[in-house]
């Protein structure tokens, strides 16, 4: 048993699927698309996870927000953004108000 986070798993297998076989990968067939169509799968599932909450039941805004973060965590792997990244980010924020932290922005 590893103590790592799913999504760091998830990061993993992602990033060893560059390069893999597209006939046996979807991973690596979406690496192989490139850029914009990694993006774009980010936007459809994000759309996708906008409608189930809008017009379906909490177990498909389950189901497509796993599809969402698998397409993300692709998309990170893509741009070389590591999971941690995006972790120590959101441990900067902690405990500082969104409301606060728009009005400190300079560039309003
Ligand atoms: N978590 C996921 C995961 N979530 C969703 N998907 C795939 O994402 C696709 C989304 O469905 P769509 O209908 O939008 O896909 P599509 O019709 O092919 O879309 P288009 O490319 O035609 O736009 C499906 O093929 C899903 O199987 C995933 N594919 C892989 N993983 C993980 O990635 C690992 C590596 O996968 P492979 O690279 O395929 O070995 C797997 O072991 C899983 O852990």
Known sequence: MTDKHILDQLYTVIAA???ADPETSY???LFAKGTAKIAQKVGE??????IAALAETPEKVASESADLLYHLTVLWADQGVKPEDVWNILAERQGISGIAEKASRTDK
């Open 45 to 50: 599932e994000g759309v996708e996870t906008v």
């Open 17 to 19: 699927r560059k390069g």
């Open 27 to 29: 991973t690596a067939r």
